[in-house]
């Protein structure tokens, strides 16, 4: 069994509403040394599977199809086996 | 400056019904090999700072006061120099 530790982050340049006001509430909470905030999707998968390669492939999927919108999103993850 | 890579997950026990949701999604897709799913958020903070352990404790304090909410809540999170 592997899980997939998977973050969904804004592609550069698209813009991040929610990040955005992250920022603003930290800094009127004084936290002046925050320069930028970036809010993404954390997504752990707990998948059956032989190895890591084969593992890999079906998480690639599964973000292509569900999990990531590509036009706005872009994505990694590490496998841990467990 | 240092990024922070903050990953915030639900509790073990509470209830996740956002990732209930994706984990039925993927069984109706017939990815019957994903066992469980839990969904979280993914914060990256860029933050001035002079050491990496002066920027841990802002880390912890921004978490505690905005970011996290302790009841349901757990985070853990990587510093990186950028």
């Known amino acids: 069994m592997f899980l997939a530790k998977i973050y ?4 550069e340049g698209v ?4 990040g955005n006001a ?4 930290l800094h009127s909470m ?3 040394e925050v320069q930028k905030v970036k809010v ?3 997504v752990e998968l707990y998948i059956e599977g ?3 390669e ?11 199809k569900l999990l990531v919108n590509p036009v706005v999103e872009q994505y990694s993850y590490e496998l841990v086996e467990v």
């Open 8 to 11: 969904v982050t804004l592609k």
């Open 22 to 25: 992250v920022g603003k509430a």
């Open 15 to 18: 813009l991040d509403p929610q």
């Open 30 to 32: 004084n936290y002046k």
């Open 40 to 42: 993404g999707k954390y």
């Open 54 to 64: 084969e593992v890999g492939k079906r998480v690639d999927e599964i973000c292509g």
């Open 50 to 52: 032989e190895n890591a």
